[in-house]
Nanobody, 119 residues
Framework: QVQLVESGGGFVQAGDSLRLSCAAS????????IGWFRQAPGKDRDLVAR????????YYADSVKGRFTLSRDNAKNTVYLQMKDLKPEDTAVYYC????????????WGQGTQVTVSS
């Protein structure tokens, strides 16, 4: 059983930057690929970015490509989502999630952290 805790959200102005952290406990962190999702009010939860367990590959949604950067430190059991040039449309609750390397399903989820970007 893995527990995930997000932090780093907040209220910022358009153009600002934030770094979200996803700290894991209770499992072998390198057994999991990690994804970041976000959900705006009234909308579906969408995948924003994901990172391979070894950091060998990353994926970014088109809406954040070039502005968001994922990294992970397996020694610290933490994944970071660096967000720059934030836009009002980035406003959402951001969740990190973990899936086993052999599965496509995310099975462990954090509680979410709110990001609000004001214009």
């Amino acid at each position: 059983q893995v527990q995930l805790v997000e932090s780093g959200g907040g209220f910022v102005q358009a153009g600002d930057s934030l770094r979200l952290s996803c700290a894991a406990s209770g499992g072998t962190f390198s057994n999991y690929h990690i994804g970041w999702f976000r959900q705006a009010p009234g909308k579906d939860r969408d995948l924003v970015a994901r990172i391979h367990w070894s950091s060998a590959s990353t994926y970014y949604a088109d809406s954040v490509k070039g502005r968001f950067t994922l990294s992970r430190d397996n020694a610290k059991n933490t994944v970071y989502l660096q967000m720059k040039d934030l836009k009002p449309e980035d406003t959402a609750v951001y969740y990190c999630a973990a899936r086993f390397t052999y599965s496509a399903n995310y099975v462990y989820w954090g509680q979410g952290t709110q990001v609000t970007v004001s214009s």
